[in-house]
């Protein structure tokens, strides 16, 4: 299976794609301006104890207040908060947390109140970004998350990846950990750790022990609360570390200084895959040249299609997703219904299961599928999905189709489910229905050269149009596109984007800025 990955990195968000034999499998974007990430660790204080429910609320800076239960206090809380209280109390020297006296484990039936005061400062770690309505969620159990090992301070013990199933293979990660830890941290070994060898091990536990260190001593200078201590990467490294395979034949990234960083980690974790990693020079938007954003329109909205004429209608709602299967206007086969049914349904099960990755949806899904009478093409039909399944990173559980035809799934969701809109509004009637003639849309686009040349003064950019209306300013050996540019200099470019809608037009500046000049001008 050729495996690839495309990062396109623009002013206001990071998208990332993962493709399979060239099908999008994966699709992620994150805005650059987001925080409260996943993994993110901040200096914050208590706002509010709530005894009913046994949680508290904390000001993290989100504009709803951060939920944190008493069980997501952590076992080793009261070892956290005595050191935390040493840390903060003396801002010139920082006391070894490995020196630090282990206390006694919090009790799992103990009560919020007595852990916590309101205005409390604390250590708390996002496992949870906000999600509609809700706010942040947290824990005190902190975890510093590399390529190879997790870093848990105060827990000191080596936990092994239950998929890791060879037992000398178990026994040796163990003692190599064990012999190279310092006091006071536990770690857990992940999957892809198998066959490492030691020093690759250590190199990563240094880097993760010296994070731990770091993030004490920005909470031990910290002068404003809520105070970000910890980061847990650059959006594009953070994005890439949970998708990163050394199987991939190719990561493409589309920005220089993103390249840089991308090459570095991917050179920290896995060196002999370093030269995977590419800059994309091309003229055409990367996800337009790799015939991703095609695809991205095509694989969301509320009705997808796939083989044969067949199609699922998603739905989302607050409590749970709906999936019905349709099969369209399909030719049925001669065998029976039953058969085209089963048919059907196997393909539904295909397609779910690449939705269910592509969009990162969570929670509850119910799936309709066709009735099928046969007990055999039911049990098959749920081991067709149970297998579909086993490529999804994410924790899920599916249960055999009830005698109503339905599938119950669960699916592990940290993040907001991943929703592309994509219906366009008309760009140029907003909605109304009415419009200028398209004759005049090359006027209009000429207009906002002359506009960027005369009143502005920017004589180098690139307008980004659709690829018809490119395909018609650029027909001909004395096209319009060459016209402009005897007019108005050679800086001006005009690249195709498929994002765009027919009569839509961006431009941008030679730092991939855009340059918002959609106000109305008069065409004479």
């Not at 055409?284 to 991703?292: C, G, Q, R, V």
């Not at 067949?310 to 219904?337: C, F, M, P, W």
Request: with cysteine; hydrophobic share 35%.
């Amino acid at each position: 299976m050729n495996s690839e990955l495309f990062l396109d990195v623009q002013p206001k968000k990071i998208s990332i794609a993962l493709t399979e034999d060239k099908k999008l499998m994966e699709y992620q974007e994150e805005s650059q301006e987001a925080s409260f990430q996943v993994g993110n660790i901040y200096l914050a204080k208590v706002r509010k104890l709530m005894p009913g429910l046994n949680s508290s609320f904390v000001n993290v800076g989100y504009e709803k207040d951060a939920f944190l239960h008493y069980l997501d206090l952590g076992p080793k809380f009261l070892t956290y908060a005595k050191y935390l209280k040493r840390v903060l109390s003396d801002k010139k020297n920082l006391s070894p947390a490995a020196k630090v006296q282990v206390l006694p484990d919090t009790p799992k039936d103990g009560k919020i109140t007595t852990m916590l005061q309101q205005g409390q400062e604390v250590l708390v770690q996002i496992v949870k970004e906000p999600i509609s309505t809700k706010g942040p969620r947290l824990t005190c159990e902190l975890s510093f998350a590399g390529r190879f090992l997790v870093l848990i301070p105060f827990e000191n013990k080596v936990s092994i990846s239950s998929k890791i199933k060879n037992q000398k293979e178990r026994a040796r990660l163990k003692q190599v950990i064990e012999s190279m830890k310092p006091n006071n941290v536990g770690v857990i070994v992940r999957t892809v750790a198998e066959g490492k060898r030691a020093s690759e091990l250590d190199n990563e536990l240094k880097i993760l022990v010296q994070r731990w260190t770091d993030t004490l001593t920005r909470a031990q200078k910290a002068k404003d609360m809520p105070c970000m201590v910890y980061e847990e990467s650059s959006r594009a490294v953070g994005m890439l570390r949970d998708l990163f395979n050394p199987s991939y034949e190719g990561i493409y990234v589309n920005r220089e200084d993103v390249f840089h960083e991308v090459r570095d980690y991917v050179s920290l974790i896995a060196p002999e895959r370093a030269d995977c990693v590419h800059l994309y020079k091309g003229s055409l938007p990367i996800f337009d040249n790799f015939d991703i954003t095609r695809q991205i329109k095509s694989s969301f909205g509320t009705t997808v299609t796939y083989k044969g004429g067949a199609y699922l209608i998603i739905e989302h709602t607050e409590a749970l997703h709906v999936v019905d299967v349709n099969s369209g206007n399909r030719t049925k086969k001669e065998d029976s219904q039953e058969a085209n049914a089963m048919e059907v349904n196997l393909g539904a099960a295909d397609e779910l299961a690449r939705q269910l990755r592509l969009r990162d949806m969570g929670g509850i899904i119910i799936v309709d599928f066709i009735d099928m009478k046969s007990a055999e093409n039911r049990q098959k039909l749920f081991e067709r999905m149970t297998e579909n399944m086993k490529s999804d990173r994410a924790k899920h559980n599916i249960l055999p189709l009830t005698k109503f035809g339905l599938m119950q799934i669960t699916r592990h969701r940290v993040r907001p489910v991943m929703d592309v809109q994509v219906e366009e509004e008309c760009p140029t009637c907003h909605g109304t229905g009415k419009i200028k003639s398209s004759l005049l849309f090359t006027k209009v686009l000429e207009g906002k050269i002359q506009m960027m040349q005369n009143h502005l003064g920017i004589k180098a950019f690139t307008l980004h149009v659709h690829p018809y209306v490119y395909a018609y300013i650029n027909q001909g050996i004395v096209s319009l596109k060459r016209k402009w540019q005897w007019k108005y200099g050679m800086g001006v470019r005009v690249i195709p984007s498929q994002k765009l809608a027919i009569l839509q037009y961006e431009i941008y500046d030679t730092e991939g800025q855009e340059i918002d000049v959609k106000e109305e001008i008069e065409i004479r």
